[in-house]
């Protein structure tokens, strides 16, 4: 059957394997993933999408993300071409598309004496994925430092949002299915050494603190209000416990790492025992900060 998708060809790929794209190597194909090169072709996917009623996600590095095993229905779109990927720095504006690597951005700041990111160093993911889940440490996060971004629709018109309008909140925005194009940060200018400093100390910190080698989505569970998450699993008594071929990090019990056979369902498992040892022990309900797909 035609499909307005057919004028896509180059830039699409059916039934394709999503677990190379994300951190913990896992989840089945994407029936399309398509990576389009200028915000026209962009725009135009997108009305494509809309008029033949397929479902689209986008995908940034896979890094907050554990897609399921059977795959995903509709359109998976990445950024990784071109405008989406630009960034430009502007006295003490970053202006960054949502495809550009948060560790790019901040090393650009830093290389231009700007400092605001110096906290968000470690964090893997790009832009889209750090505006849509606002990254961040118990010393900062994105969401204070972004001024604007632009928005496409599933019409594919461009719309610029304020901060206010983005409604940051801890590892959340209320964008609902917005695809972020772009994101305007407003950072100051600082002693470039005194910047370089608090960079290498933060990164020192997480790597000390997290996993950083193994294959992982970061913290599975959001903190509990002045809680962590992370705590309250050791002290349940989980560190190291596994479901099929992955565990719960000696490390960071926030954290679940995965091994070569491990499955999606694996993950889901763990996640279950996790939650429903905590529940048991510390009568607390953790709440997922990973993404799942669909
Ligand atoms: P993805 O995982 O690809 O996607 C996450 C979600 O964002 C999905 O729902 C996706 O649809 C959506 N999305 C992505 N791009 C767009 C876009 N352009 N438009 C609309 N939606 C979009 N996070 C922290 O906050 N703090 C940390 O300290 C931290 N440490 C980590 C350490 C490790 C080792 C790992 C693996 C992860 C860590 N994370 C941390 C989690 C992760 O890095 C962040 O959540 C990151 O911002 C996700 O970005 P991404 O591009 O990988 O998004
Ligand atoms: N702790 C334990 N056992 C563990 C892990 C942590 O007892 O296995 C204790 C630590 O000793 C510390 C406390 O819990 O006293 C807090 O730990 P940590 O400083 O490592 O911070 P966290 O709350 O576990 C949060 C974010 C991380 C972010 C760090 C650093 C969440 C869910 N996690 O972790 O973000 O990197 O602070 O600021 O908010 C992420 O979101 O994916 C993520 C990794």
Excluded at 77 to 101: I, Q
Excluded at 182 to 191: G, N, P, V, Y
Aim: net charge negative; hydrophobic share 35%; charged share 20%.
């Amino acid at each position: 059957m035609m499909s307005c998708l057919d004028s896509f060809a180059e830039i699409t790929r059916q039934d394709e394997p999503l677990a190379p794209y994300t951190w913990l190597k896992l989840g089945g194909p994407a029936q399309y993933l398509i990576e389009p090169r200028t915000m026209d072709e962009l725009a135009a996917v997108l009305q494509c999408c809309q008029k033949e009623k397929l479902p689209v996600h986008v995908l940034g590095e896979g890094s907050n993300l554990l897609i399921r095993d059977e795959g995903v229905s509709g359109v998976v779109l990445r950024l990784n071409n071109g405008d989406f990927c630009k960034v430009e720095v502007d006295g003490t504006t970053v202006k960054a598309g949502a495809g550009a690597l948060l560790s790019h951005v901040i090393s650009r700041s830093v290389a231009g004496g700007l400092t605001g990111l110096e906290e968000l160093a470690g964090i893997p993911g790009t832009i889209g994925g750090a505006v849509i889940g606002n990254a961040g440490t118990r010393s900062g996060e994105i969401g204070t430092k972004v001024v604007s971004i632009d928005v496409m629709n599933h019409e594919g018109k461009i719309e610029t949002l304020s901060s206010e309008m983005i409604g940051f909140e801890y590892r959340n925005s209320h964008l609902g299915n917005a695809i972020v194009i772009s994101a305007t940060l407003q950072l100051s200018e600082d002693d470039p050494n005194e910047i370089t400093k608090r960079l290498r100390k933060t990164w020192i910190m997480k790597k000390a603190s997290q996993p950083l080698s193994s294959q992982s989505a970061g913290c599975v569970f959001k903190n509990p209000r002045g809680l962590s998450a992370g705590s309250l699993i050791e002290q349940s008594g989980l560190k190291g416990t596994r479901v099929g071929d992955c565990e719960v990090s000696d490390l960071h019990a926030n954290f679940i790492i995965t091994h070569e056979n491990c499955t999606s369902d694996d993950v889901l498992r763990l996640i279950n025992l996790v939650r429903s040892k905590v529940q048991d022990t510390h009568d607390i309900e953790l709440e997922l900060e990973i993404k799942t797909w669909p």
